[in-house]
């Protein structure tokens, strides 16, 4: 599983990290909002680089920007081979890629919590994340069907009551849990 879920991942976090970008750009264009330079400073500040005052390299930021994109696929693809699949388990990878993103910058001191944030600073970066993690999800569940259901999904099928889908359940069944 661990090496499917190793290629399948970087895929798939690589396809997130794409779409997030075109994404983007495209709010970027309607809004006027600048490039961000934060990955750079991060990745400058994690491996000792020597930092630059103002504009940041486009190399180093897009290193670290696709970088994490793609690793942290690592995990979405892991969460789809072990049956994690579908819209809810994309929701709870979103919170990990937003939690990942919240300690790598304040534990360098490149960033702040997000509560002391613009509101549109933060809805903007809330709704990229997400769109990151809903494609960076579709892909790893497309890759990972491809063998078969995962174990949670064969022990689900197994029990009364449970359903092997990665769907919600029913209405009827919600209070079966």
């Given at each position: ?32 909002r ?21 504009r ?18 690592v ?18 990878f ?30 903007v ?26 174990p ?26």
């Amino acid at each position: 599983m661990m090496k499917h879920a190793l290629w399948q991942g970087l895929i798939a976090g690589t396809a997130g990290a794409v779409v997030m970008t075109l994404g983007e750009k495209a709010e970027q264009r309607l809004t006027g909002r600048p490039d961000s330079h934060v990955p750079a400073r991060v990745l400058e500040r994690l491996t000792g680089m020597a930092e630059r005052p103002g504009r940041q390299p486009e190399p180093v930021n897009w290193v670290m920007h696709f970088g994490q994109g793609a690793l942290l696929g690592v995990l979405r693809s892991v969460m789809a081979h072990a049956g994690l699949r579908g819209p809810w388990s994309s929701a709870k990878f979103a919170v990990v890629r937003l939690t990942n993103d919240q300690i790598l910058e304040n534990a360098t001191g490149v960033g702040a919590p997000p509560p002391s944030w613009p509101r549109r600073e933060l809805a903007v970066d809330l709704l990229h994340k997400t769109v990151y993690a809903f494609v960076t999800g579709v892909v790893a569940d497309a890759l990972a069907a491809r063998s078969g259901p995962g174990p949670g999904q064969r022990h689900a099928a197994m029990r009364p009551g449970r359903r092997a889908g990665a769907g919600p359940l029913p209405r009827q069944e919600a209070h079966s849990r």
